[in-house]
């Protein structure tokens, strides 16, 4: 009897680890002396549909997940519980889109750095798993910024 529990235990434990959520292309954006948040962002795909529930960082006393909505013609963030991750489909934190807000910075974030992030990631069925990464740090130049007041269109 013990033996067949044993058995369905792995078998489970298999189907946990092909169904993980893969992190790609992680990068945090570096800041100047005084700024006091940033922006965390990456490439994100599952097998199955999960979430991104919740993120910390050792550089920021507080980390919340955001999105970016129109306001009228204003860009504005606000937090959210969770970040969907269809399956298949995939998501992107990006700059002007959802991102993972890093605040209350405890020191400069220099290009460079490698900023270490937990990410945790929850499934349909409940299942949760944490992804320990580190994100290099680079200077945001060509796309617009979420933090900018407005696009501005020429
Ligand atoms: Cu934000």
């Known amino acids: 009897m013990k033996r067949i529990v044993f058995a369905s235990f792995f078998c489970l434990a298999a189907t946990a680890a092909s169904a993980q959520v893969t992190v790609k292309d992680p990068w945090v954006r570096a800041t100047v ?3 006091k948040a940033t922006g965390a962002f990456m490439k994100l795909e599952s097998g199955e549909d999960a979430r991104l529930v919740a993120a910390s960082s050792p550089v920021a006393s507080v980390v919340e997940l955001h999105e970016t909505v129109m306001e009228g013609d204003k860009m504005r963030m ?15 934190l990006r700059p002007g889109g959802h991102h993972v807000m890093l605040m209350d910075l405890k020191g400069q974030i220099k290009e460079g750095d490698a900023v270490p992030l937990s990410l945790t990631f929850e499934t349909k069925d409940g299942k949760r798993q944490t992804v320990e990464l580190k994100a290099p740090a680079r200077p945001l ?5 979420h933090d900018e007041p407005a696009m501005k269109k020429h």
């Open 33 to 35: 002396p005084a700024q």
């Open 141 to 145: 130049k060509t796309m617009p910024g």
């Open 78 to 92: 606000r937090a959210v519980p969770s970040i969907a991750i269809p399956a298949g489909k995939g998501a992107e």
